[in-house]
């Protein structure tokens, strides 16, 4: 296929190299010159705009930071609704507002276009491993004309429901992340504080009750687990200005429904402490040392 993938960020760029990977001829557009740079080292097409990369392209992928990117990007006025031809399938893999990628995708509906939101779950390593799980909303058909394309960065590949179902999952799962995230760091501290060795109250933990994902895979505490963030000064990974950002789309998201969700407020908060504590490109992982001092 012919695919325009437009974001080629730290999630966006290995993904699209897992379609060239694959035989897909692809051309690419970012505003950051180094990322286009190793795009074309790679094998793939870096292109001037936007607007030029999509001309002819069967799939059109959308990896932007937020909901404003989108809306910018799909509806301005020199916009891809405005400079696409409705032939290509829209797919956003952004994670942004479901309100947002609701009205996104009615707009491109109107104007003939086939679209839908599949944001993506497994980190900068699930993309380069094309090992991501999709949460995808939109119809049935559009989903499945998408699927060769998705199996390709990922292995997992689940429709939610219709436009803006994807973004919603993506909204909850992340909510629960962070949730879980704070959790975690706070059990390793208190059990730190009490003599207890991390990595012998880690393994004790992830075999009882309070087995979480963070616990056996992405341990937040130091010198407990190699090769995750905190190993390495919480370099990499998911930032905690992007886990900033989605707290704060599912708390917009509550309120806009009236639904209680506490935890999640609060998580927001200490979030946005630790980002204004100069943390905000580190590991959200980091959260770890919140208050350490």
């Not at 990369?53 to 059109?60: E, P, Y």
Request: hydrophobic share 45%.
């Amino acid at each position: 296929m012919k695919v325009a993938f437009l974001g080629l960020g730290n999630m966006g760029l290995p993904m699209a190299l897992n379609l060239i990977k694959a035989g897909h001829q692809i051309k690419g557009f970012d505003l950051v010159q180094a990322q286009l740079d190793a795009f074309k080292l790679a094998g793939g097409v870096p292109m001037n705009s936007a607007s030029e990369a999509v001309l002819d392209a069967d799939v059109i992928i959308t990896m932007l930071p937020a909901s404003r990117h989108v809306e910018a990007l799909y509806l301005g006025d020199s916009g891809l609704l405005a400079t696409a031809s409705p032939k290509s399938l829209l797919i956003d893999c952004s994670t942004i507002s479901p309100k947002v990628s609701q009205a996104v995708a009615a707009a491109a509906k109107s104007k003939g276009f086939a679209m839908i939101d599949a944001p993506v779950s497994g980190g900068t390593a699930g993309a380069q491993a094309a090992s991501l799980t999709f949460m995808v909303g939109g119809d049935v058909a559009d989903v499945d004309r998408a699927r060769p394309l998705l199996e390709k960065m990922g292995k997992n590949i689940f429709h939610a429901g219709a436009s803006g179902s994807g973004q919603t999952v993506k909204v909850c799962n992340n909510m629960l992340l962070g949730i879980q995230m704070l959790g975690t760091s706070e059990a390793l501290r208190l059990g730190v504080a009490n003599g207890i060795d991390p990595k012998v109250l880690s393994d004790i933990m992830s075999k009882s009750s309070g087995r979480n994902w963070v616990l056996e895979l992405y341990n937040p505490c130091p010198g407990v687990m190699e090769n995750v963030p905190s190993s390495r000064a919480y370099a990499g990974g998911f930032g905690v200005d992007l886990m900033l950002k989605d707290l704060g789309l599912a708390t917009e998201n509550a309120s806009d429904l009236d639904a209680n969700v506490p935890l999640g407020e609060l998580s927001r908060k200490l979030y946005e402490e630790h980002s204004k504590a100069g943390n905000g490109q580190l590991d959200f992982s980091s959260i770890f040392n919140l208050r350490a001092d």
